[in-house]
């Protein structure tokens, strides 16, 4: 029986929460020594299965890859990729995508059903792109339509103004902002929708790292936002779809 | 025309998004002189308007309440609420209740409408108690079914575990803790719904007011955590009432 | 000879720096022993004498207005008033004003030329309304027209750009907010004069007392916008006077 | 119709600031996928176009000068300027020049009129230099005659004093200084037009990077001292120049 | 006379402490002028001697060791050792063995005697390796069973609980964790024994290099945890051994 | 069948863990609402119950001691307690004893068994009294001899090493510190048993509430010292038990 | 013999210093239990007995003051001391005298005997006074001329040159401020010998309770400056004592 | 007429202050563009004149050495020195020593009048090493004889105590430790003589760059103790000479 049917069973109210504990404690995950490969998280919380590399060599990541494809995971999400985790992995499967920028790898190897509603990425300057594209694209890879409103920072108003109508159709947005971080208060001003904001790291001086931007979005007068990790663009494109698929019922794909 | 046929007309196409910001900058707010009372956030961001009493006299609070009622307000909720501030609006309207540990009073004259599914409000321990009453009341004023798991903290994991049905089937969940606030990295880690962690300042000694559990909740190694302000019970109930809003259509009440 | 003359003949070059230098140190300043008054600031720096109250007891600060007074002073203002200052000082002058909620006495004894020009105080919320008061009745003792545009903060753009008639015309601006702090960098896209920003100790948890829009306004990414301490109203009054006045050539009052 | 023409006619109130709003939306912006090149900038707000190079790409920073130039902008400042972001701009134009110690490229084809008023820039070491000149250059580019008093620091106070008659001459005043801090609150003292004080990242230890100089001029007990974000020459030449041409009427130049 | 002979009398009460410490200041440690290497340490404290690597030369570090090993040392642990270090000491004797992940040198001359009883060291994830080998080879040299669980974090309890056998009958415990350390009060909750709890720098943006895991363990709500400095390994894995020796009588090995 | 017997046939091997953890689900806590008393934590985790009065009304902690006594309890702790929670439980049993300066009641109906070893509580100075007596007494109230050691810090080494017999004997110390915090170094160098520290927030200035004290501990250069919260008696007080009783098999009491 | 004999002996060479600290051990002090009252270190490290009364029970301060009359000490000083201090210890004897702004009590029952230099205590407020009165009263008990510059910042440079001869024939400079905490860089410029800095906790916002003025002078690039802790002004008056008794043999007195 | 003569009569009171700084500004110094070296620094505040490095590059340096030189300097210090900044002076005078792991340049042209009294510079580890000998050699080149004990931290009292003497004979300490910079607290405690305490970046984790050490020594309990910046040997060096020439009278050379 597959953790699906299990879970789908427990919503249904078929099976006690507790007998299913009990019945994923008893599948196996992998133990690779330095890593616990948990081949039922993607059933559990997602269509694809995310490997964070940060800290991770080369070689453990190829592990865990090489394991997780083994056990017949579709796609795969690698986070935080430096060039030689791609390297390490770049010929596992045909399907690995590398998007640099985002430090991105993906190994997308079945189409994922997607709702109608979108989601927005929007960034305050050119420097917070990269943060915003590994939000983007793991929002794409996690099965969204999404829309990117770049450089719409809140010193040049018409600018973002001018962005107004993607802003407003949108069912969850990312938010991206490094420096003082004000974007998402303007915007949670903007939409009933909402925002996730993410500070970056962008900025010098007493920006400290992000930590600027960061208790600015903590601190926003505006009502529907709540923040994530500066630079964690994958933390709020993974929100972002968690809240875009609400009440989503995808057919088969 | 009300505001909340502009807003349709902009998401059906009908309306120019400049045309609607044209719009609404012509119907006046009200200025109170120490206060811009806007009669259309209501209706713009949800079903009850918002007066935020901290830093306010209750001089201010009482008129800012007189004027939204004055315009027609229905349904008013005021956060962080000191006994002045109570006994200032007591008498401005019958169905005034005051909810003293939350530091909430409710204005409630009109039912609101309520999708079937639910929010689950978790608390790390007794302490944070109101905090975690905030978020469940202003989620309650704002059309939505709350559970509550309150002192299940991380130490004793049978307690969580205890509840997991309830956790399970949320559709949203605001998990509210102190000191280390590691509960919403468990939580977390045993539904695929947005969490909305609120770190509180209960706590002492290296907690710093609240930061230990602040930057615990936004280093959180589980996927699906968004955080918002120290104590922000009002916050993350909003949030999570937009999350379960999401794809809901009321009837009329 | 006074030093409005000295300093008048350095800037004519009639005198060098080191004989003006010499000529002031030759004028005494009053040794109160706890303070040493100095009679000629007015003239050398403004149009009023300033006492800032805190930290000194209500005696020293009878005394050291009395020495003022008795020197000649013709306009004081006192900041950072506690009750017991005002108490302390309310019969030495019958043009004793006392504005509470700015925490400054006034004593206008002489009336003071003023630019056509404008200054406007901004304040993002109700909250801020104490430390923009003390700026704009700082201004207007200096000798300032004063604009005021309060609650205007970015969560309602709309009430912001209601009032950009009065932000555009102004000369320089102040514009004070607690919280997140990201009214000026708003303020400062609109804009093309000074903007003096003013972080307010207003909001709570991860605001630390203010270091959040401390740190917001610090990093702002509108050019134009320097910084003062939090909650210093007075400080920002003063420097918008200043730059209001430049190149203003008061007639005789 | 220009933004020249249509600001002048607000402030001439000839045009309502709603229609000049409009208007200005209506004007297009250049969206060049990671960059909102905002031709009006220029116009709006000084005379010279700025380019933040921080964070961006050597080819992104050539692509956004190269879409100023081919719409006519007449002077560009290039900031926080690496060599590869020079190389990348170097042949656009034959007027390129290179300021290395100041990080900064200038595209300077027009002349700009200047006021006859002097801003100062002052350092209290040689380490200081590089941001002093950050803050020289920008205010020449902006149109301003500049003073540079170096190495003046408040440890070697006849140093200082020296250049006393420069110092007092000034319509503005720069401050740069890293360590302690302490050459504004001995300037401000010495003068009576306002200070812009730049912490810089000079020191070591408990210096955290410009924080100790940072926290120093924020809490200056001198008058008419605002500052900026660490190592921000930028910044502070530009608001000194804004200061200096206050009440500035250019001919034609 | 010994060192262990005379610890041995003071315990037993046949020597004064007075005189224990006289006698001990007598027997001269050795001054290598850079170092003053302390040859009774190993008797007082363990049955291995140990250098700190960080911050010293190669050259010092390999001239502290021959001055152990002339002095009779029969096993030396070298931490935070980098590749010169071990460059350096990898000829002084043939027992000489190097675990780079672990920046860890142990010279083993002398087996060490062993109690039956176990240290658990447990990971929340595979980058808190290196510090958790670090603790894991310094309680196994110091003379302990040590089982490893590694990759348990909270966020996917059912892998964590999977080892809670190992985890229950462990003596003592090292628990590293990076990012959000919510690790150490689960553990602490499901244990009875003390938990040495091991914050990692593994993390960015908010973890501030290690501090918010700090904070997390600093303030858990489960009792028995005690915390090491960031990284500490060797730290912990020496308390570890401390405990599980508690009662242990050694016999000859 | 008890936890008692649970957990020891788990640690026979009679029993899995797996078993073990779903009987104990089975048997239910006991749910206030605004509290999970669990009546199983003593048996599980020590011979006492810990109530924890920091943030509790004294209605709650009044509900919660009611319930342990009601459910069996034979001896509770009840930490941070102010005098209305005093007042609240004192006439529950006629064992009640108030430790005014600890901050601790205890409810003590059954004698606990204690090892020959003892557990050394050392204060830097007069002021950490309460936070050492409340490691003190808590040790005691676990079942363990304590040696009181106080006014000993550094600066007077002799007060220090006059006590030496005292700390040598000791199985586990606690050592409590406050300003430089800089006393378990120089105890850890003179042991060879773990050394539990516990800063406290007495101090001025730089102190900055206990920070001083705890960063200098943490970064001990002495083996075998670990951490625990600023102020935090109970948890050293606990810590030391646990090692304490390392070994200790109790007969009956 | 005496401490006072012994310490003579070891600087002639005449006593080891092994013996002297087995001498000095033998001689006990007093254990009150709360606190171990040393009776030598008046001899040892200067001419009166210091009782630091912050966090001491009234108590607790007269039991230690009175023990140290017994055993004959000649002067004491109470530092920090609230009023319930000097209600407990005013009857004790004859001499006590209470300055309540500095927060002293002194029994002083003997003169002290000299130099014939200078300390100058210069502070840069009217606030800061308290705790420069710490430092000059301090430094008078034990034996120094002392001349007190006050209000002397350097926002107003005039008024220090103006006791520029009092500060340049000091032997030994205790040099306080808050705020930004500029003074001892710019006094340190001025004069040959050292300048002890203290910060104080005046001023507000930025300046984090003495935070800025402390970095300030940490980071003071004046030579010849050491800092002691926020509002230590007894500190400071106790290192000027020893650098101005440099050297100094007393007569009788 | 000479400095060192103007100084003279100043203190000999043949010459008022204000003359004496007429005098001395008319003295010019030498404005290199980037530095004003000023060649009355040596004569007014020591032996040498010191050029601090670090900031500079080596063009500036050779330059203001060269300055000094021509205008006749005897000896130079030159700290922070990068091997460029050698390289940059080593020919400009044959007594170019270069001190690598004190990262010092001494020309030393002219032997130094020595005290009789020593300086004791002190250890805490092997780390500290680089930033004593930058203490130690400042202080010899000022003229003084230094005592060295190195590696004496507070974990291994015995080598500590073993040195009683040389740090008892000494006239002032210098005492360097990094970690947990327990080290001052018990060196203060043991002499009566003035202690520069000086925090070493050393360390890791939650020392933050030397914050540990240095707050720990800004709390210290002894008497007798200042600080001076992180790693500021220079800085304590200095201080240490200007204490030990208190009283001193150097004959001719």
Redesign the interface.
């Known amino acids: 029986m597959e953790i699906r049917e299990i879970l789908g069973k427990?919503?249904a109210g078929e099976m006690?929460?507790?007998d299913a504990?009990?019945q994923?404690?008893l599948e196996p995950?992998e133990d690779l020594?330095?890593?616990?490969v948990?081949h039922h998280?993607a059933l559990?919380?997602?269509v694809a299965e995310?490997i964070?590399c940060?800290?991770?060599t080369a070689e453990?990541t190829r592990g865990i890859a090489q394991a997780m494809l083994r056990r017949g995971a579709e796609n795969i999400l690698l986070t935080r990729v430096r060039p030689e985790h791609y390297a390490a992995v770049r010929d596992l499967d045909e399907a690995v995508e590398y998007h640099e920028a985002a430090r991105i790898v993906v190994v997308r190897r079945r189409p994922v059903a997607m709702p109608e509603t979108h989601i927005c990425v929007v960034t305050?300057?050119?420097?917070d792109?990269p943060v915003a594209e590994e939000a983007a694209i793991t929002a794409e890879v996690l099965g969204n339509r999404v829309d990117r409103v770049?450089?719409?920072?809140?010193?040049?108003?018409?600018?973002l103004?001018?962005s107004?109508?993607t802003l407003?159709?949108a069912?969850a947005l990312v938010v991206v902002a490094?420096?003082?971080?004000?974007l998402p208060?303007?915007v949670?001003?903007?939409v009933?929708?909402?925002v996730?904001a993410v500070?970056t790291?962008?900025?010098?001086?007493?920006?400290?790292?992000?930590?600027?931007?960061?208790?600015?979005?903590?601190?926003?007068?505006?009502?529907?936002?709540?923040?994530?990790?500066?630079?964690?663009g994958f933390?709020?494109g993974?929100?972002a779809s968690?809240?875009?698929h609400?009440?989503f019922v995808p057919g088969n794909v």
Chains 1, 2, 3, 4, 5, 6, 7, 8 share one sequence.
């Open positions: 427990v919503r006690s929460v507790e504990i009990i994923m404690r995950f020594g330095y890593a616990r948990d998280r559990r919380q997602g995310v964070y940060a800290g991770k453990q305050a300057g050119t420097s792109l770049y450089d719409a920072g809140v010193a040049g108003l018409h600018r103004l001018a107004a109508e407003m159709r069912n490094g420096m003082e971080g004000a208060s303007v949670g001003g903007l009933d929708r909402p996730i500070p790291s962008v900025g010098y001086g007493a920006n400290f790292g992000g930590l600027s931007a960061l208790l600015t979005m903590l601190n926003s007068c505006a009502s529907g936002i709540s923040v994530v990790n500066i630079d964690n933390g709020a993974y929100i968690q809240i875009n609400t009440g």
